[in-house]
């Protein structure tokens, strides 16, 4: 089964090597407040439907929604979107160091 990030114009595709994705809260509020952030933000992909196995990619939450790792803490939604201007909230970019391919993540505030 392919899982694909179900923000609009997101398209990202769950890979091994790729970002986290993490499924929609089965709590009924937290789902709630994960569809309100992301309703309010730029939207779902055209025909998506809410379930148990929807999920979202990491490049929606910020690094402070993160405890340990990849694990998110139980009060992160997504909230990075880009928006129909074209204007994104603050993202992560990514910028090649000097030396051996190592790269470091640069931050629009």
């Not at 694909?4 to 398209?11: A, L, R, S, T, Y």
């Not at 790792?69 to 201007?85: I, Q, Y």
Request: glycine share 6%; aromatic share 10%.
């Amino acid at each position: 089964m392919v899982i694909i990030c179900i923000i609009k114009d997101c398209g990202k595709v769950k890979t091994k090597n790729g970002p986290p994705f993490h499924q929609f809260p089965s709590n009924p509020s937290k789902r709630e407040a994960w569809k309100n952030s992301i309703e309010q933000g730029i939207g779902y992909r055209s025909g998506c439907v809410i379930s148990d196995y929807m999920s979202v990619c990491s490049e929606h939450f910020h690094e402070t929604d993160y405890s340990c790792g990849n694990r998110l803490k139980p009060t992160a939604v997504p909230s990075r979107f880009v928006n129909v201007a074209g204007v994104s909230s603050p993202a992560r970019k990514r910028a090649k160091t000097t030396s051996r391919n190592h790269f470091k993540i640069l931050f629009d505030y």
